[in-house]
């Protein structure tokens, strides 16, 4: 069976590629999540120890801005850079 021309095991192949695509992808947020929890946990440790105000709010800056990446690769990824429908398609038969 094709797809437009395609054989399905050319259909398979891109399914699998980019499923492994996925799959990078999940980890690269997993990463990014990891690096936002270091950080929050770190500034607060820091305001803690009372430490000085600048690096707390470092440490809290870089906190907001691993999850601004991290909201951007995944609503880019998964909703095509914010829609409301996901760009990820299926191959079909038609």
Do not use: W
Request: with cysteine.
């Amino acid at each position: 069976m094709s797809c437009r021309g395609v054989s399905s095991s050319a259909v398979a192949s891109i399914a699998l590629m980019n499923g492994e695509h996925l799959a990078e992808v999940d980890q690269t947020l997993l990463l990014i999540a990891e690096a936002r929890e270091r950080a929050e946990r770190a500034a607060r440790t820091v305001r803690r120890n009372e430490a000085d105000a600048n690096l707390v709010e470092a440490l809290q800056a870089a906190d907001r801005s691993l999850l601004e990446v991290h909201s951007e690769l995944r609503k880019t990824v998964y909703f095509g850079g914010g829609s409301a429908e996901p760009q990820l398609k299926l191959a079909s038969g038609s």
